[in-house]
């Protein structure tokens, strides 16, 4: 030891950097390596450490899983979205994501917003429906507050139709519009004459025939058209080729019954045919309904929402209400049409990593190798995430099964405190719009969700759980002195 | 040595029984172990070893093979049996397999021959139909006699309606009837009432209304459809419902267009909806028309048909023609409808094993997981059998992709001299039918192709090498005699 004093310091300081600064300013040696705690941030490891360790959100998260695994959602029809989306007023948008003002919208959200505005003809060209916009006449509200999802954009306009699926095991409800095809169209930003052409063909056109057709065929069981699906290759957000086939299988005979015009009934059809994605919007409506009948558990850490509106990604937990947690969106890494590069993307948006919530989507690749194709990496690499996010949720879903891993479970509901404490990051398949209005799709890939999200999110849990135990605590002083 | 010949002898024999017999006729202790040489059988070992080193049947293999790779096949329509199926007269019916006298065919064969007979109307009763054909009075052939192919019993008689499929690149076309669905069906030796009602409305409103169909929407492209489905979790074989509902989404929209009134559209429609194993039909006449056009390439051991008629296992080889090999048809191991066990089973049946000679059912098991639900196994075995399949066969499908296996195309084009020498046996996925004509389908599982149909084929095709060898040598000599 006393050598060891007398000499010349030489010191590797691990971690904090004010252990570092005072044997700098005696002189020693230092090198100094960047290092912090599992759990990241102080606040956020305090609170990993206290919440950890609480049977109470164990049991909220068990409690709120299994009413998410218990929900049955079902298609139980389509009307316009002034009709059924609940407190949504006239001259009114809804957009992805966690709520955002029009002067903090990027490209893709302004440009889907203003064709929404000329689809609902409320100003006669784009110059005066970005006047209104920036003027404040239109009203801006996020989806996921009034029930609701949409992808990319999710921009959601009063005369759009929409899917209404019912939780029939507790009753709530879920809103999403209708999927428009991929390339040019309103979600990624475009806001060309075709694209409100298209719109305008699906409001009068298709929103309407299926309406009719699901009135005389009834409601459509999604939970055992999603598990087959899921077996057949579809992760039921980039990839949706077999859940819309299935769909169409089950459309399609209810439509030749319903007294629809052959040559209506075949351009239906045909639409339909031509979509490989027309599922997602279906499916992101029943993951919406499914989770929020997890949603309100009282100390529960499990996330109910994710969701991105291209300036910022959010989320919710189940135990702690209506609050959003956001941090800045990423961008996303994968593969981009010929013609375009990472340069021109748009930060991560959309309402569609409802379905990574539910499990399925990046969580559920393993069971589509085929998708690297569209969004890249390797058919291991996707066995491999899946596997992952077995290490940040809290069960797996029964009815939710991956043949190629022996029939196991998709890894569902997230545990807020395991992304924090393990640092794995949710990971999420998308597809990738355009940064600046008016262009669209330009690729598809993987991103994570942002951990500041889920280390503000436990934060505030924490200090929800300790002003209760404070208060019980007050509360029990109070009744001993009131004695 | 001295000491080994003086002392008593104690002997380990392996192989050949002559060789123990005289050290035991000698007063020696033998132990018998049996083995035989790689190549089983001698003529089959020498065989192999001729062809092994024959550069003309590689080439001639590569040649058949390029030629089933090339080959398009499209749906080009239905019609009628007896108005396209070659060389059909009257009073015949086709089976599956190789030809079969009546005497020989097992129940399930014989009871779709009388519900044949009985759909036909050429007799009145089961008994009378029987008797029919014990006199010898209906002429029986054999499907792939006749371009054709049939699921299970195969039946095939001159009123059902037939899926036409033309092979684009090469011009030839193949026969298949249509798939009736699971249970008490005929291809299962079923023939009941219903059985035949079912037969009849398939001849009356659904193969009628398929053709009006496919008349108006032209032909449908099966080779992308079936890569698809490959990679949505199908082999084709026993599964095929990413398939059927693809094949469903290329014939709705036609349907509506087609005018047939809105009744009988949905019927149709719910028919196939209802119908899982629809396509199957479809992809075994895909496979006859690809395979077709690698036959008759001289010197190929490649295998063009497996068939199994019930009673025996067929293969035919590219370059030995017309000629069957057959040997004693197995049973198979799987999974069976509650109250049927291994002891109720045919042997094995049907046409449907061209779609494993053209690399799909057993030999892409791996792209179809889900399937060991229906005939067994586990998911890690079917990913086994796929690569055990890659040790037989001439190469890989390039279109016939496996995501799984990092998109590797499906093993395919089996090599007869691969199988006799390395003894590894194709895989068959199959269906199990009830022995006893009446019954129709106890189950599904997976069996072997018989060693003994392709140690028969390579000594035949060596023998055919060998005596032209001899005609060109005796030929040679005359011309020199001839100077």
Chains 1, 2 share one sequence.
């Not at 102080?42 to 049977?55: D, F, I, M, N, T």
């Not at 006047?131 to 759009?160: F, K, N, Q, W, Y």
Request: aromatic fraction near 6%; glycine fraction near 12%.
């Amino acid at each position: 030891m006393s050598g060891l004093l007398s000499g010349t310091l030489s010191v590797i300081n691990v971690g904090l950097n004010s252990f570092a600064d005072a044997i700098a300013a005696n002189s020693g040696t230092v090198t100094r390596v960047q290092w912090e705690p599992p759990g990241g941030e102080p606040a956020a490891a305090r609170a990993v450490a206290l919440l950890a360790g609480r049977k109470q959100v164990d049991q909220a998260n068990q409690a709120a899983f299994e009413r998410y695994i218990a929900a049955e959602p079902v298609i139980e029809g389509i009307a316009l979205a002034r009709e059924v989306i609940p407190r949504m007023g006239e001259r009114t948008l809804l957009h992805s994501g966690p709520p955002l003002p029009w002067a903090r919208m990027g490209g893709t959200l302004q440009g889907a917003a203003v064709g929404a505005i000329l689809l609902e003809g409320w100003a006669r060209d784009a110059e005066a429906a970005r006047a209104m916009a920036e003027r404040g006449e239109i009203a801006l509200g996020s989806c996921h507050e009034h029930d609701a999802v949409g992808p990319m954009a999710g921009v959601t306009s009063p005369s759009m139709p929409v899917w209404i699926v019912r939780n029939r095991t507790h009753g709530n409800r879920a809103f999403c519009n209708l999927n428009e095809g991929l390339g040019k169209v309103l979600r990624y930003g475009a806001n060309g004459p075709e694209v409100i052409e298209r719109l305008k063909w699906m409001g009068r056109v298709l929103g309407p025939t299926l309406e009719k057709t699901l009135i005389g065929r009834g409601p459509i069981a999604l939970k055992p058209l999603m598990a087959r699906a899921l077996q057949m290759g579809d992760e039921m957000h980039n990839r949706n080729a077999a859940a819309s086939a299935l769909l169409f299988k089950q459309l399609a005979p209810g439509l030749l019954r319903a007294e629809v015009p052959g040559g209506t009934a075949a351009e239906v059809l045909e639409f339909i045919n031509g979509n490989d994605h027309f599922f997602l919007n279906v499916a992101m409506a029943a993951c919406k309904a499914m989770l929020e009948a997890a949603a309100g558990v009282e100390a529960s850490s499990m996330v109910v929402v994710m969701a991105r509106n291209g300036t910022e990604f959010g989320i919710r937990l189940s135990g702690t209400g209506s609050r959003w947690f956001t941090a800045t969106a990423p961008y996303l890494d994968g593969l981009f049409f010929a013609g375009y590069s990472k340069a021109d993307a748009s930060r991560d948006i959309g309402d569609s990593a409802i379905t990574e919530t539910a499990g399925l989507g990046g969580f559920a690749m393993a069971a589509a190798p085929a998708i690297v194709q569209f969004v890249g990496g390797t058919p291991r690499q996707a066995v491999e995430n899946t596997l992952a996010m077995g290490h940040i949720t809290v069960g797996s879903h029964p009815a939710f099964t991956i043949p190629a891993l022996d029939f196991r479970g998709v890894p569902a509901g997230i545990d807020a405190r395991k992304v924090v404490d393990r640092r794995i990051l949710p990971i999420i398949n998308s597809g990738i719009a355009h940064r600046e209005a008016g262009i669209g799709q330009i690729g598809a890939g993987i991103t994570n969700a942002p951990m500041a999200c889920f280390s503000q999110a436990i934060v505030a849990l924490a200090q929800q759980l300790e002003s209760q135990d404070r208060e019980s605590a007050s509360g029990g002083a109070e009744a001993m002195a009131g004695r």
